[in-house]
DNA sequence: CACCTTTGTTGGATCGATTCAAATTTTGCT
DNA sequence: AGCAAAATTTGAATCGATCCAACAAAGGTG
């Protein structure tokens, strides 16, 4: 019940100050924001006065209006808000772009919604300096909304050819070389993927055509790199099942489902991301089929999670922490080119790849 | 190097659409904010005017300074930005309040810095109505940095006994009461403590004098928890090591050190957060002592990843993300009065406690 | 003492929109 | 056609600050 009586009382202008201290509303503002230009007399005095009337300080909102930049970047994405803190891949991004943040002082809006309309809305009203785009699906609509705002923004992941828009990606077509090498030189030759999805809302066993025809190029090009590295080494990439999901426990489980009731299921998976693979390890140990003695899987990603899962998962890491440092820096220190950086990927070899079994 | 050439001239504004489409700003601006006021024929012209000159849409900021509201909320802490997606305490809560958000369609904005001085500029400059503070240490600056904006802001924990700021927290003292009794009832008689700040800046053991004087109530409610459990049991609580850490690993593993050179060491430890409780688990499974066959741990918070460590813990799980949810809520339908909640707690037992070790 | 600096202060213009009472145009009806 | 009611449109006022050219006062110099 507290100030329930001085709630009709409209808020402390600094007009309402410079008033009070006899002094013009420039010098008041001045009191504030170049102290030291006026004297120290009438300094003191209109901070008395602020003092007085409980001003809170110049508002926010009115320097704004003025200044133009508003100091903060906004990440965007079409998932709701607490993907951010609960998706591993998006955590470490968050904590590169947190890095750049913190070293120049700016701050972070997050920006999402529950439902689309609300999404366009908030996209069009945040304040913001610029957006860093996490494309997952939906991506292209994201990316259509932000581009109105005319602000500067940046998509984390070449999603789309589109060379207009500044992005941040990794070389997924390398990456996908490096694993799908690794199993290779361990002996295996039947192999699965789990694929990210080449296009929105579709899941299920993927044909060239769709390949072809991908939304997601970042998709593709993994698929591009696997079968690449595989027909090196005599593999019939026509032969392999792709399965796409949605980056989640029911597609990907979906997937093994399908691609495990066949007659000679793989003795390699290759996981287009991490997640992927971790759900994956976890539905074949649960039906008793041993990684990496049965089956061995490769991940793509490199989030730290990886490293600690149950056995540690051999992956593709991508430079996350730096991708998100290099997007924060792109906004901060926008100079009006595009730019398109594509960074390197590491294979990192842990225990979730071996030999095939020696038995067929 | 694109849009260069058109880089020096400024934005467009609402007025320019306005004068080309031969209106009255007014007008111009019940199109984008009413659409439905205006007749049709003008509303299809002035949109034409603003495709035609390239127009991003109203500026929030300058609606901002008209509306008044942000429609957003700050969530605020003294450590780096990062803490907030690193942190499974701090993830936990922002889940709840992004829960809270995304209902309603608010943003979050994400308030630190690297400095003092940086983050009371960024407090005094944030663009939000209203403020979550995360208390760890350094609260009572935070506290008093954010009452300066005269905005509505809420405590996470209540940290100190100020009747005038709003706080969500947990009854410490019942759930300390929880940990202590069920370590006792399991048998054990010597225990440790490892305990939250008392102060900020300081840590090691801790006297009568320094816990009666603490900064932090949150702190010494715990503690006078514990004790009045543990004196119920017949154990002289004044005996028992109260090592105050900084809740990282540095000061906890300097905590135990100190406590297991003792002739007599603990067959329990009391640890007030989880993540002290797993950084104590790792320290006493690296030197070979068992857990819970040697020494059993009880944790404080109930984070998620306390589910999955080895062994599990036993800790005292507070609404984590409940308590998210309702500071979201009272920044949201904030009515200008004070409000203090205390939620309930619960005692998770898994398996790091169990009997003490039979001989002594 | 006139003149030039230096230092401080003033008040109008501006940032980019929204709002609302008043003016104007349309429509409906006889 | 005439007139009241309804539908649109206008333009000034406002939100809360910052910026800056112009001015005023004080200090220094020949």
Chains 1, 2 share one sequence.
Not at 37 to 42: F, H, L
Not at 167 to 178: M, P
Not at 259 to 282: N, Y
Request: proline share 6%.
């Amino acid at each position: 019940m507290a100030s329930s009586t001085e709630s009709n009382t409209r808020p402390i202008r600094l007009a309402d100050i410079a008033k009070a201290a006899g002094v013009s509303h420039g010098t008041a503002s001045n009191v504030f924001s170049r102290p030291e230009i006026v004297r120290e007399e009438v300094r003191e005095r209109v901070k008395a006065a602020a003092e007085a009337l409980g001003y809170a300080g110049p508002d926010p909102k009115g320097r704004l209006l003025r200044a133009g930049k508003v100091n903060a970047i906004g990440v965007a994405t079409t998932e709701p808000l607490s993907y951010f803190f609960d998706d591993p891949f998006a955590r470490a991004m968050m904590a590169g772009i947190s890095e750049a943040c913190d070293a120049t002082g700016a701050g972070i809006a997050l920006v999402s919604a529950g439902n689309q309309e609300k999404l366009a809305w908030n996209i069009q009203s945040a304040l913001v300096d610029g957006f860093i785009l996490f494309c997952i699906e939906g991506g292209s609509r994201l990316v259509e909304l932000t581009r109105e705002r005319k602000l500067p923004f940046v998509a984390l992941e070449l999603g789309f050819d589109d060379d207009t828009v500044s992005a941040i990606g990794v070389d997924n077509v390398a990456g996908a070389r490096l694993a799908a090498r690794h199993l290779a030189e361990l002996g295996h030759r039947r192999f699965a993927v789990l694929a990210l999805p080449f296009a929105d809302g579709s899941t299920g066993l993927v044909s060239p055509e769709q390949v072809r025809t991908a939304l997601y190029t970042g998709t593709r090009d993994r698929l591009v790199g696997y079968f690449e590295a595989l027909s090196q080494f005599g593999v019939d990439t026509a032969g392999i099942p792709v399965y796409e999901t949605e980056n989640d426990e029911a597609s990907t489980r979906a997937g093994l489902e399908t691609i495990f009731a066949s007659a000679e299921p793989p003795t390699a998976i290759l996981a287009m991301s991490d997640r992927i693979a971790m759900i994956a390890i976890e539905w074949l140990t649960a039906r008793g089929i041993a990684v990496p003695g049965d089956v061995s899987i490769v991940g793509f990603d490199g989030v730290p999670d990886a490293a600690l899962c149950d056995p540690p998962l051999t992956t593709v890491a991508q430079p996350i922490a730096e991708i998100g440092r290099r997007a924060a820096r792109t906004i901060l220190d926008f100079d009006g080119t595009v730019r398109r950086e594509t960074l390197g990927v590491e294979l990192v070899v842990r225990a979730s790849s071996g030999p095939p079994p020696k038995a067929v």
